[in-house]
């Protein structure tokens, strides 16, 4: 089932130099090398591990999961939050050759169940609890009712006594030598909603996520120096690619925070010294509050990246009078980034634009014909680059309609491309709703919904949210005599393995849903109606 990197792509890239012969572990294995007493990773302020501390943990686990069976190839999953284990795990299976799977604690027994059987994991790493999940009966709930069951590892107590202790394989004989692996070989499967009900494997190989983890630090002038801190879960594709890989293959030390506040987001980046961070901009909203209320600066911070969503004016120029600078990325798991608003743009490049394409990385907007569309009209935004996946898990018909026989890349969002080269993204075709960075596919949200006896029909949307980005409302027709209401239909969700990140926030009862004459429901109108009519707090947590 895991793709391999189309032939042209293979020779394009490596006659260029824009693919290399090292994996992840190797590039590493060099930054162990050159500074093992440097200080790697640190999370919550709290431990941390140098370089050196972080090799040797990662050369026994991997001898554990080695005399488990696991060997190049296997995909081990990791459902940590962002503690230091998580470099450790994705350390040790790389080392072995394996493919890592990134699983956000975030999601519920639904979503981790698909990726397990979807990968055929053969290990899974979780913490025994965390903000309120005990993830020991997600485990036992993956066995007696799914029938899925790879080798687990939990760090920490739970209420179930489930898998082997992580201390306890932390303590096993190292891996002799490090299985050397090919840089073509599949690194990472990320999962990401699209318009399809289910989330779908995004493939990466060691030179994909080098190529374009290289770039963004060439592009923003890091190197071993700097110390980047990281809020965005390591199971997301931020996290994971411009956390994990680009500061551990780069000597940096990275920064990790689990549960995101204002308040610990200052407190560890002015301790550590902190020379850029990014995350969605309801990150830097409440950091910028946090900075106000508590009149502080964080000089050594030099930037501010922010992705995910549109980044107000207004943000950009509070971010400035508290002395940091706010830089636009946009990408997406499929091709991670392809454009970033560079340190030395104009100011209004933040909000007018969402930066220019990375050297070595092509974009283009084209018309629904898949002709170019003239500079400033609105179409859709195709990339094609070294850093672009290598296709969807088991999944080669998705796959095709992706990626065309040229290597290029549909994003299903609508972009103008201006005169200076740079894209503004506009809209999305795809239906698709990112709240506070995460990405929640509304057609999955509409089919659990269905389900509930007490929903006749169902329409979600997003709304624009000026914290989050957008938060989900759900438009119900109810069956006769029924009122459901939001905290029913939440609890209905939750029961059925939603994750929480993609429950409603907002809740309208209605007669109807508009339609066009051939029965489409009308969601660009009904997103109208609800912005005008239903404005309401969004649900706290």
Same mark, same amino acid.
């Given at each position: 089932?895991?793709?391999?990197?189309?032939?042209?792509?293979?020779?394009?890239?490596?006659?260029?130099?824009?693919?290399?012969?090292?994996?992840?572990?190797?590039?590493?294995?060099?930054?162990?090398?050159?500074?093992?007493?440097?200080?790697?990773?640190?999370?919550?302020?709290?431990?941390?591990?140098?370089?050196?501390?972080?090799?040797?943990?990662?050369?026994?686990?991997?001898?554990?999961?080695?005399?488990?069976?696991?060997?190049?190839?296997?995909?081990?999953?990791?459902?940590?939050?962002?503690?230091?284990?998580?470099?450790?795990?994705?350390?040790?299976?790389?080392?072995?050759?394996?493919?890592?799977?990134?699983?956000?604690?975030?999601?519920?027994?639904?979503?981790?169940?698909?990726?397990?059987?979807?990968?055929?994991?053969?290990?899974?790493?979780?913490?025994?609890?965390?903000?309120?999940?005990?993830?020991?009966?997600?485990?036992?709930?993956?066995?007696?009712?799914?029938?899925?069951?790879?080798? %687990? *590892?939990?760090?920490?107590?739970? $209420? /179930?006594? !489930?898998?082997? &202790?992580? +201390? =306890? %394989? *932390?303590?096993?004989?190292?891996? $002799? /030598?490090? !299985?050397?692996? &090919?840089? +073509? =070989? %599949?690194?990472?499967?990320?999962?990401?909603?699209?318009?399809?009900?289910?989330?779908?494997?995004?493939?990466?190989?060691?030179?994909?996520?080098?190529?374009?983890?290289?770039?963004?630090?060439?592009?923003?002038?890091?190197?071993?120096?700097?110390?980047?801190?990281?809020?965005?879960?390591?199971?997301?594709?931020?996290?994971?690619?411009?956390?994990?890989?680009?500061?551990?293959?780069?000597?940096?030390?990275?920064?990790?925070?689990?549960?995101?506040?204002?308040?610990?987001?200052?407190?560890?980046?002015?301790?550590?010294?902190?020379?850029?961070?990014?995350?969605?901009?309801?990150?830097?909203?409440?950091?910028?509050?946090?900075?106000?209320?508590?009149?502080?600066?964080?000089?050594?911070?030099?930037?501010?990246?922010?992705?995910?969503?549109?980044?107000?004016?207004?943000?950009?120029?509070?971010?400035?009078?508290?002395?940091?600078?706010?830089?636009?990325?946009?990408?997406?798991?499929?091709?991670?980034?392809?454009?970033?608003?560079?340190?030395?743009?104009?100011?209004?490049?933040?909000?007018?634009?969402?930066?220019?394409?990375?050297?070595?990385?092509?974009?283009?907007?084209?018309?629904?014909?898949?002709?170019?569309?003239?500079?400033?009209?609105?179409?859709?935004?195709?990339?094609?680059?070294?850093?672009?996946?290598?296709?969807?898990?088991?999944?080669?018909?998705?796959?095709?309609?992706?990626?065309?026989?040229?290597?290029?890349?549909?994003?299903?969002?609508?972009?103008?491309?201006?005169?200076?080269?740079?894209?503004?993204?506009?809209?999305?075709?795809?239906?698709?709703?990112?709240?506070?960075?995460?990405?929640?596919?509304?057609?999955?949200?509409?089919?659990?919904?269905?389900?509930?006896?007490?929903?006749?029909?169902?329409?979600?949307?997003?709304?624009?949210?000026?914290?989050?980005?957008?938060?989900?409302?759900?438009?119900?027709?109810?069956?006769?005599?029924?009122?459901?209401?939001?905290?029913?239909?939440?609890?209905?969700?939750?029961?059925?393995?939603?994750?929480?990140?993609?429950?409603?926030?907002?809740?309208?009862?209605?007669?109807?849903?508009?339609?066009?004459?051939?029965?489409?429901?009308?969601?660009?109108?009904?997103?109208?109606?609800?912005?005008?009519?239903?404005?309401?707090?969004?649900?706290?947590?």
């Amino acid at each position: 089932m895991m793709p391999r990197p189309a032939p042209e792509a293979l020779r394009r890239y490596h006659a260029s130099g824009q693919w290399g012969t090292r994996t992840i572990a190797q590039c590493i294995a060099e930054q162990v090398a050159l500074r093992g007493d440097k200080l790697a990773i640190t999370d919550n302020g709290e431990r941390a591990l140098s370089y050196a501390e972080l090799d040797a943990q990662a050369a026994r686990l991997a001898g554990f999961f080695s005399r488990q069976g696991i060997v190049r190839g296997d995909v081990i999953t990791l459902h940590l939050p962002n503690r230091c284990e998580a470099a450790v795990v994705t350390l040790a299976a790389w080392r072995l050759g394996a493919v890592l799977h990134p699983a956000a604690p975030a999601y519920g027994r639904q979503d981790l169940a698909h990726g397990l059987a979807r990968c055929g994991s053969k290990a899974i790493v979780v913490a025994a609890r965390f903000r309120g999940t005990d993830y020991t009966e997600t485990l036992h709930r993956l066995r007696s009712e799914d029938g899925i069951a790879p080798l %687990a *590892l939990v760090i920490g107590q739970g $209420a /179930r006594k !489930v898998g082997i &202790d992580f +201390d =306890d %394989a *932390l303590a096993a004989a190292p891996l $002799a /030598r490090a !299985v050397a692996g &090919d840089a +073509d =070989d %599949a690194a990472a499967v990320l999962f990401t909603s699209g318009t399809e009900s289910r989330p779908k494997g995004v493939v990466h190989t060691h030179n994909t996520l080098l190529f374009g983890e290289r770039a963004v630090a060439a592009a923003l002038g890091l190197d071993a120096a700097d110390r980047c801190f990281m809020a965005s879960p390591v199971t997301h594709a931020t996290g994971f690619m411009h956390g994990l890989v680009l500061n551990l293959t780069s000597g940096a030390t990275l920064s990790l925070l689990d549960v995101f506040s204002g308040e610990a987001a200052v407190r560890i980046m002015a301790e550590d010294g902190t020379t850029w961070t990014m995350g969605a901009s309801v990150f830097l909203g409440d950091t910028l509050a946090t900075l106000a209320q508590q009149q502080l600066r964080l000089p050594a911070l030099r930037f501010f990246l922010c992705g995910g969503a549109p980044i107000p004016e207004d943000l950009v120029r509070r971010a400035l009078a508290q002395g940091l600078r706010v830089l636009p990325v946009y990408g997406s798991t499929e091709s991670p980034p392809h454009a970033l608003v560079p340190p030395e743009a104009p100011l209004q490049d933040a909000w007018q634009t969402d930066g220019r394409p990375l050297p070595g990385i092509e974009v283009r907007v084209l018309d629904d014909q898949l002709a170019p569309v003239p500079t400033g009209q609105p179409g859709e935004a195709w990339s094609r680059g070294p850093n672009t996946f290598i296709g969807y898990l088991g999944d080669e018909e998705t796959t095709r309609r992706t990626i065309d026989a040229e290597r290029w890349c549909r994003s299903g969002d609508l972009a103008v491309l201006r005169e200076d080269g740079s894209l503004k993204i506009v809209g999305r075709i795809k239906e698709l709703v990112i709240r506070g960075g995460q990405n929640i596919s509304v057609r999955e949200v509409e089919d659990a919904l269905a389900a509930h006896p007490a929903v006749h029909e169902v329409a979600v949307v997003g709304l624009a949210h000026e914290r989050l980005g957008e938060t989900l409302a759900a438009v119900v027709v109810p069956e006769p005599g029924h009122e459901p209401t939001l905290a029913a239909l939440c609890e209905f969700l939750s029961a059925r393995g939603i994750s929480r990140f993609k429950l409603p926030e907002h809740l309208v009862l209605s007669s109807g849903l508009p339609r066009t004459p051939s029965g489409k429901i009308q969601k660009v109108l009904l997103k109208q109606q609800l912005a005008d009519t239903h404005p309401q707090p969004p649900r706290q947590g």
